[in-house]
Nanobody, 126 residues
Framework: QVQLVESGGGLVQAGGSLRLSCAASGGTFENYALGWVRQAPGKEREFVAAINWKNGNAAYVDSAQGRFTISRDRAKSTISLQINDLETEDTAVYYC???????????????????WGQGTQVTVSS
């Protein structure tokens, strides 16, 4: 059973940085895409970034370009999301998610993912 456990959320001032981590277990993930999806209060889930576990190719939502960086550590079976220059609009619960269908254009849809973590809260104050 695939399990995803996020960590690293918290309260940060606008302009600051955070690094979210996700520990993945219960699968080999070789043909998976792993990613981050966020949900702000009163809004639908929104794709943020995804990474091809095998080769490290990444995809980002347009609004995340330049401020968000997704990475993976195959040895530790973790993915991370570095967020710089945080904005109040980044306030959301951030979920780690895994798509067993691999990495393709579909990973940019929040509904593409088969497994989800419990989420970690990121709150950005002005």
């Amino acid at each position: 059973q695939v399990q995803l456990v996020e960590s690293g959320g918290g309260l940060v001032q606008a302009g600051g940085s955070l690094r979210l981590s996700c520990a993945a277990s219960g699968g080999t993930f070789e043909n998976y895409a792993l990613g981050w999806v966020r949900q702000a209060p009163g809004k639908e889930r929104e794709f943020v970034a995804a990474i091809n576990w095998k080769n490290g190719n990444a995809a980002y939502v347009d609004s995340a370009q330049g401020r968000f960086t997704i990475s993976r550590d195959r040895a530790k079976s973790t993915i991370s999301l570095q967020i710089n220059d945080l904005e109040t609009e980044d306030t959301a619960v951030y979920y780690c998610a895994a798509d067993q269908d691999g990495f393709g254009p579909w990973v940019e849809g929040a509904d593409a993912y088969d497994y989800w973590g419990q989420g970690t809260q990121v709150t950005v104050s002005s």
